[in-house]
């Protein structure tokens, strides 16, 4: 029997015989790399990839611990052949080839892979690479993620794809070359051997299996592969609802000083099965380590899509034939020059860039009826790279990642955020052991655990992230750093009327006498205890802090990891889980009071009774304070005008403006907007007897009336809000808030960055949508959908 | 089998496993004959089930109580444990102490999709955390800090001690876990922890971390912590359940435990959590058995049951461990024999991609219930087993030796519906595409998982066991090379036949993290320079020091141990290993040392060669690094004592020719078309007969499925010796 395939026919059972030896080639490849390697992050993180490519680049199967290179090295290989790598350069048996250019592939400086051509009987039939995360590149400060950082020349030594092993031979020349460039030569040399021992034993076995198929077989077979994973994604796709969906996402990191950037996205869902992903508004470029180059954005959309549209798929680069990317604005924080800095990209801008795809990707999957899948934002990644002599007397670099890594997750339909431990890139995201990491490098964990009200609140709130207070113990010759954003402003965006995640903050506290403190039975818990029971300097900070010195006592306070955002509207969040949260130490009374409208009585249990009637006064207050959504674009239409907004938020808007043809549209629409709609009808009007044809949000729904009529209405008291495409946020009621009323203290953002912009059902006073962005910024409007278009407005 | 009425006063070994669905019991007699019996487990009483299935085996016309009066050892291999962790069900109320400001620890977690697989871990929507077994407000905090070389940076301040204790009494706990940052390099707090905890209440149990497992990384140590008091009570229950109701039955002897690292420990001192997924390291210590009654060096078994292919491996330097195995959703740091487990076995479904429309089997299978679609209990979806069946493979009416007749019509139906008409092929052109796929599925598994270890199958046997293994054997070892395939006679009943052969076995590990840095190496061969050192004055003493004090632990350790089995270390096996790195580098290699303590430089130089070696062997001279030094992460010994060997039955010899076994002819289809195939009667071969393939040998619990170019030569044990022609 035999399957057609274009040319060549395949024996199906061959063929899934195949495709198991395949996988498991590329998997054994990745554990050798994984467990040869000094990494953390690689080893422990496994932050590590290994594939197998055709000639032409294509990646056939992929093993990955993390998911960010899954498209990476195919760049690589084309870049080959765009510089005449055979011809030039040559290409021969036992080559290896080594690349860290993030312009060409890869997401950053210290990703660095290995491309190894693979020969059959003297023919070249393809590629096997792998690629892993060395911490040290010798950039302006250890660990080359560097906040100091301000163009691609800070980032560490660049490799653009060299010849690291001519015909088996290891150029120890260029070895050499490489490990007078780093701070940590033994750490760069233990992975650069990693990797080429994971890629001589993918080759080896390829050579194997090609031995047992035969190498049409394996041509056929390997194309057919391809095709299957398109096929595969495709068919997923279409069970979303074709349409245009949009969400933004904000941060505030940038380099050693903060500055606000945005980035809107637009997921087109075609017809075809296809998804398009494109950036109409980003911010500019910047002399900044937080600017990615298109590789990292790529990557990006394809790891976020395999983590909740096809998790079940097929990891190759036939994907990339269904999921394409639209325009990504050149010269952008997202699509930099190969002048600018990168080394925040992975987890900082592009992390923050899966924020806004995931909010628009949850939006698609709801409204096409898929709620169980829908995941709101979870947050980026901050981090403390360190190095210096450790305890041992070692040289050492790494970055640490028991603190990095245990971020919350966005709220889920009918659960909340998973705690302390997603990160989208990883779907095996593995927490180090406080004993790894404090055997590595000089330092003792004082404190690690959740920080209580960190994730976003809403009726399923976002997952928490965790604290730290670590010292340093045990040698006084190393430098710390911390990189990070979501001070000022949400890194992420709430979905159907939750919150995002709680601030992020990092403080030093420099010449403590903690050893004393500690001896003495004084236990500092949190940032306040550090302040109140130690003596020292403190120096409160931005989560980007650029490289320090430091001596055994010195320590540093953050909040690593950030928590998620919430979904739904915090009055109607379940009692009893405020109180279970309270128990673990996941909330505090005093913050859920403040969001959730719950009463205690005097034994800290909660008092329904009180609790319903004070949630309904809330929902009355929203009916009394909020303005109808027109009216609203009015006065901030003409705050716009008249300067009339903090500085920073004016200055950003201005930015956006000037560099963003689509965001200057954005402004000139709601400007035409006021004019147009210069009476403002505000009456209330239900739908009778409407059938529902689409539920679009937890809160409303697509209805068809008696009269076959249109509309967009609340789904719990059937106001109408508006025809199917117009943007129902202007027909809500709009109430702006201090961030802080809601997340108070170290919780709460910088309200001359950003506002809490939420939007209420006229009817009921059902928070429908929260906005987190600056002053005077404008709405946004999140679906499009062609089946509705041509409707009367 | 043999006539019942003969097994009177025979010398025998019980073992009883309770599995999740089953109790299966098996009853060995010093001539290598056995009876096997089975009940179903019931939940809440096991020790019920425990005997019945004994019973079972001896069927009504044996006298219990004469058995176990002439029984040598009763084993006992169980799941309740196992089964507690993975359904939260059963557990006893677990505090904890632990270093303040690492209260979330275990609750944090440290690998989210721990026990997922692939495809459930991506999908993280969905891949939660697992409740945890301790929830938060029964772990407390106490003021004490070690560091990473075991010095005290804070010491301990006992009334936070005392106040933590006192909460957690005042919640009724069970017991409290003890567990504490590096208290396995320096237990001076969690021994006064544990002090303080016994003056407040006597009646309350205690464990410390680093009783349990003294090693590094605090998440699997904390676990093993917790799941030691977790599970023990209910385990220490049961157990004495069942050893009161053996001895009123006449057994004399110590009721011995399975334990996850191939070998038993009496019930008395047995630490619970080394009973955990013990079920399929029977299978095991039969491969072991059977590589002991050969002489072979190297070999490894393959156990295909209803829903799982199971490998495991016993090559000579000793079977490889799990460091950091996972129970339920947990990474615990109480090591096991590694098992590599897919889910491929007989009730494996197969099915048509919708997408891409390529057939794949598994890993979704039908299980025991509703089982194959030829079982005729409710099965819709096409299984392998069905394939066998209308492959004319599997007689359906000789299924389990005729006591359950298969409906192959409906088989035949399902294959056609589900598969054969969408790929618009012919029915059994169907099925034997589906044995090929999971053929070939085991087949990859099987080669990466020896490629993973550096295993060379020239060199290794392969036994077939478990339902499945035998009809199946010949397509998952094609092309391999192995040695030889063994089809062993209890090969239905391999894994507890083989846990009937074990023997006492206790593990220990410690963690030293000594460094051994600057030491000179070749740059060309990336070897370290040994010549050069002459005198142990010339290594860092702290680091020898801390090896040899382990090494003083674990024996002493290893010594009570013995004598409470009622023997003296020197009349136990003793293997010594190390865990090991180049300086630098995150994850230790496994390497076997033919001694412990380190008493001159030429011990020395040996522990570093055995590291070389092994090394070299497993990732090759590209990636040598003597650039880090040499760091000695954890140091283990295993004690082991065989106490018992059962002698396999030889039968008798017969010429070359099997036509004597022969019963009947059918047809079978090979290689896309029906062949007029002979098929045996395992139990009338002879010693020396040599079936070719195309042939099929039935046994009552089995078929074995010879295919063209294959022949199976009957050894003097009874063995089945699979080759190519």
Redesign the interface.
Known sequence: ?S?SNNKLEID??K???FT??LE??V??GK??T???????IT??AGEVQVAYYDPSGEGVAIACGILMHIMNVTRAIRYMKDQRYEEDIGIYEGDQFINNDAYIAGMHVPDFSIVAPVYYKGELIGYVASISHTPEVGAIEPGGMCPSAKEAYHDGIHVPLIKLIEKGKMRRDLLNMLLRNVRDP??M??DI??R??GN??VKT?IKELID?VGLDFFKAASMKYL??SE??A???IQELRPGIYRAQAFTDSFGEELKPAVIMVEMEVTNEGEIVVSTPVVSPQGRCFDNAYLPAVEATVFYTM???LL??GIWNTGLSRVIKLGEIPWKSRLNADPSCSVGYATVGISSVFCNALLDALSRALYSSGKK????APATIVNDTPIGGIN????QFGSILTSGAL?SG?GG?IG?DG?????N?WN??????????E???API???????RPDSGGPGRWRGGVG?EH?TMI??SDIVQVMHFGGGHKIPVNQGMFGGYPGASSYFDWMLGTDV?KK??Q?M?P?SAKDVMEILKGEYIPGPPNAPARHLKPGDLWISTSCGGGAGIGDPMERDPIAILRDI???TATREVAERQYGVVFDASGNIDFEKTEQLRNQIKKDRLERGIFGLEYIKTMVDKRERGDLPKIALDFIKETEEFSPAFKELLEAEKRLVVENNVIETGIKKVSEGKTIMELTPYLNIVEDSKGEIWIACSKCDTIYCEPNENYKYYALVRERDPAEVQPGRLAFDKNWVVYREFYCPGCGTQIEVEAVPPGWPILSNYQFKEFEGSKK | MAVLSNFHGKRCVIFTDTGGTFTDAIVVFEDGTFLTGKSSTTYGRLEISFFESIKDALSSQVNLEKVLSSAEIVGYGTTHGTNIIVSGVGGAKVGVITT??????T???????AGLDR?E?????????PEPLV???LIRGV?E?L???GNV???L?E??VRHAVRDLLKENVDGIAVCL??SFLNPIHELRVKEIIQEMASDVSVVTSHEVTPV????PRFISTIVDLYIGAALRELFEKIKGKLSDQGYKHPLQILQASGGLSRAEVVRPGTTLHSGPVGGLIGVEFIKRLYGYENALGTDVGGTSFDICFSPKEGSPLLREPIVGRFEIATPMREIVTIGSGGGSIAWI????????VGPQSAGSEPGPVCYDTGGTEPTVTDADVVLGRIDPNYFLGGKMKLNKKKAWKAIEEKIANP?E?DVP?AAE?IC??ID??M???L??SM??KGYDPTSFICVAYGGAGPTHCAGYTE?IGFRSVIIPPQAAVFSAFGASTAGLLHRYEASC?A?F?EMDYDEVTGKFQLENLTSLSQLPSEALDRINSIWERLEERAKDDASAEGFSLEDMNRNYEMLAR??????ELRVPLKSGKINSIEDFKQMVRAFELKYLEV??E????P??GLEVVSLSLEIRKQLWEPRIPKIDKGERDPSKALKSERDVYFNEKWINTRVYERSALKAGNIVEGPAIIEAKDTTIVIPLDRKVRVDDYGMLIMSDK
């Open positions: 029997m399957m199906p059972v063929y899934e015989i198991h030896r498991a080639i998997e054994e554990e050798v994984r467990y040869l390697s000094g990494s953390t080893r422990e033994r750490g040399e233990l051997r990693a080429i021992a001589e034993r076995r047992e095709e299957d096929n595969f495709r068919k997923r395999l983590v909740t998790p079940d169980e899948e829908v995941l305890q041992w007397g070692r245990a997750g889920r659960k998973i705690d302390s431990s997603v989208m779907p095996w995201t593995y927490i180090s052991d406080a004993e790894g404090e055997n590595l003792i964990h004082v404190v690690r655990k959740h965790v207070i113990h045990g050893y500690l001896r039975g236990f818990e128990e673990n130490g | 303040k400001g690492h209260e979330d620890r609750i944090i977690g440290r690998l989210r999709a495809r871990g991506m999908h993280i929507v969905r891949a939660d955390k929830p938060r407000r003021i800090r560091d990473c070389k940076v804070v010491p301040d009334d936070s940052l590096w590094f990384r605090e998440y991609e919708p997408a891409t429309g390529v057939l794949k790929l092929i052109e595409s090929k796929i070939g599925t087949n990859a598994t080669q990466t490629n993973m092309g993290m460094m840095m180049y300086g630098g580098q995150l994850w990732y090759g590209h990636a040598m690094f650039a880090g």
